[in-house]
Every structure is written in C-alpha cells, then in structure tokens.
C-alpha cells in the first residue's frame, strides 16, 4: 500500500503580539524617556513648568495642572519666595539679625498649609489626588511671589505712605488672583453643597503669605 502523502500549507509565524490595555514599545529610531539625553529630559520639564506658570497668570478652566501635576514648580516658589523674606535688618536692641528664622517659618507654613487644605478637600468628598490638589495650591502662590518682588524693589527707597498703599494694592491684587486661580481648578472638582468649605481655607491660606509678603519690611 504506497504512503499517501499530504500537503499542509505553511502557517506564518510572524507578528507582533499586542497587550490589552499595554502601552505601545517604542518604534525603531525612537528614544524612550529612559533612553532620552539628559538635556532633552530638563528642556522638556523646565517648558512643562513654564507651561503652568502660565495657565496660572492667565486662569481659565483647564486640566493641565491635573493631568500634569508635579512639585518642582512650587518647590521653587517656595525656595523663591523664602529666600526673598528672610530679612537683613539688625535688631536695635541686641544687634543680632532678626531674618534668621523666617526662611524656615515660611517653608513650613507653605507646605503644611497646603497639606492641610489637601486633606481637607479630600475628607469633604473631592475627585482630586493629594499631589494634584497640593500642585495647584502651590503654583498659584506665582501671584503673590511676584507681587514680592515688586514691594522688594518699592523698598530699596525711602517709605512714604503712598508707596505702603502701593505695596498693599499690589498684594491685594495678587491675593485676588492667587484665590481665583486655585479655585478654578479645585472647586469644580468638590461636591455642589461643599465648596463654600473648601473656598475659606484656600482664602486663609493665601491670606497667611500675603500678610507675611506685606509686613516684611526690609
């Protein structure tokens, strides 16, 4: 009996395999953020930060701050603004510096008052992660950190009262929009009947550093 003989067709082998829900390998000629220059990986975080400084300035309902959320950009308002407080002026009575202690002073009332808020949005029901809510907090500082710079330099002259009411004026107008920056990203993200308590301690908190931005005086 001869052997019969069968013809499989030849099944290719050959493909990609895909995972659900993975996130795609990047292609040939591509550099992952992994693989990516160091030069490219600060250009493109410094533009991020630049990015949100500027949806700051100019508020309007926007994600970027969420999606996006980092703390170098309020790590350096903080260093900034710190910096720019601690005092140089002598004691008249002990002739010691009295500038020492505000550096400290202000990068803890910064970061606990922000953590503070953070909870508080959470505990009332909020969407937003802590790192989100602490993100936004401190990137709206921006307002007031520049109004810090200009009674720096209103300062470098001898005071009047008109030049005190200037610096009030301009810290006034940074309060202001510090508030109506954050809000705008953090009270659609509360519930209807809870916003008024998560509005006041976000009120408070840019309040505590405008007053510290408007006593300092020299």
Known sequence: MDDITMDTPEVALEGDMEIPGGKPEPQKGQLSTLDEPVAVT???DLKMIGEKFFHVLVPRKSTKLLKDWDLWGPLVICMFMAMMLQGTSLEKD????????????FFVI?????????LNAVLLGGSLSTFQ???????????????????KVILLVSQTTG???????LV???????????????????????????????????????????????
């Open 42 to 44: 600060i250009k493109r």
């Open 94 to 105: 002990a002739g010691t510096s009295k500038g020492g202690p505000e550096f400290a002073t």
């Open 110 to 118: 910064f970061w606990v008052g922000a953590l503070v808020i953070t």
């Open 133 to 151: 809510c602490m993100c936004v907090l401190g990137y709206c500082v921006l307002p007031l950190a520049v109004s810090l710079t200009f009674c």
């Open 163 to 169: 030049l005190f009411v200037i610096r009030c004026g």
């Open 172 to 218: 006034l107008l940074s309060l202001f929009w510090s508030i109506f920056a954050s809000t705008a990203f953090l009270v659609d993200s509360q519930p209807d009947k809870r916003k008024c308590l998560v509005l006041y301690p976000i009120g408070l908190f840019y309040f505590v550093i405008g007053w510290l931005v408007i006593s300092h005086n020299g």
